[in-house]
């Protein structure tokens, strides 16, 4: 059927108003999804704070936590670049656990000793567990990071690599301001949005976080609050009271799904057995910091 050349000028009018709408419909869907580059974090972050009223988040928490945010290349830069994961255990344990870590993982277990023992009567996970992973994590509390918790968070949420997980950690750590555990301006750490002292993520944070003295949970602020913390998720992922922690041992799995590169769970394991002088002394090394 042929048109006059008006009806079909009108047509085409018509079926590029329709594309057009149907193009500026789609616009929040396709930014509510993942992005690899800033263009869209914006459009982005705005259906996230949608998505976050609708799961019951106050919106003074949404804009106090996620007023400020920004994309932050950094953060990816980190994200692709962990090259520490390809070492082999000799070498990552090697560089990890030196003789300045042992030594100083040591005198912390001698001098806090009673509190070792309420949290191993309480939670089942030793000493040198727990001060092995604050070791690793953190060198004992001296570096828990810098990076603001919710721009690193929310700039791996709108990331396609990790969206998914992301999304979840972010909202979250909303829960954890919600639920007045943390103001968002505390909220500072590792470059993947871990917090404290033995880097809990925002879920484990919600569920695994105790206050050694039966107060609030003070993960970043008191060492005692982490450690407790940190033997909790231990005995919630299945420690076993008095059983092993190195490779082929019970408690070897608990440990990694505190962290599932197994090299960096070989290196916690190992860490602890010199500190409960089941491994090779390491004194006689030079004293040299990661």
């Known amino acids: 059927m042929r048109f006059a050349r008006g009806a079909r000028s009108a047509l085409r009018t018509v079926f ?66 962990q090259r520490a994961f390809h ?12 003789a300045y870590r042992v030594k100083k993982g040591r005198a912390l277990l001698q001098r806090n000793a009673a509190m070792f023992r309420v949290i191993e009567q309480r939670y089942g996970v030793p000493g040198a ?16 990071g810098k990076f603001p918790t919710f721009s690193a968070l929310a700039t791996l949420a709108y990331d396609c690599r990790r969206s998914d997980q992301f999304r979840v950690e972010l909202l979250d750590a909303l829960k954890v301001v919600q639920r007045g555990d943390l103001e968002p301006s505390q909220m500072r750490g590792a470059w993947a949005g871990e917090i404290g002292q033995t880097q809990f993520m925002p879920s484990a944070y919600l ?10 949970a003070d993960l970043i602020g008191n060492a005692g609050d982490a450690l407790a ?29 505190w962290n599932k590169a197994r090299v960096y769970s070989k290196t916690i394991a190992l860490f602890a057995d010199k500190l409960a002088g089941l491994g090779e002394d390491q004194a006689d090394q030079p004293d040299e910091q990661q």
Not at 87 to 98: D, G
Not at 129 to 144: R, S
Not at 207 to 216: E, H, P, Q, R, S
Not at 229 to 257: C, I, K, M, Y
């Open 129 to 144: 567990v727990l001060v092995a992973i604050w070791g690793l994590e953190t060198d004992f509390g001296a570096g828990t």
């Open 87 to 98: 070492q082999s255990f000799e070498q990552f344990s090697h560089r990890m656990v030196n």
């Open 16 to 81: 590029l108003a329709l594309a057009a709408a149907a193009a500026i419909g789609a616009g929040p869907a396709r930014a509510a999804q993942c992005g690899n580059d800033p263009d869209g974090f914006e459009n982005w972050l705005a259906a996230f704070k949608q998505e976050a009223a609708r799961a019951g988040v106050p919106g003074g928490v949404i804009e106090a936590a996620l007023g400020d945010v920004s994309y932050d290349e950094n953060v990816i830069s980190h994200d692709r670049g």
């Open 229 to 257: 913390s940190t033997a909790n998720f231990l005995r919630g992922h299945g420690w076993q009271r008095g059983q092993g922690w190195d490779e082929g041992a019970p408690n070897f799995a608990v440990l990694l799904e």
């Open 207 to 216: 569920k695994y976080a105790v206050g050694l003295g039966g107060g609030a």
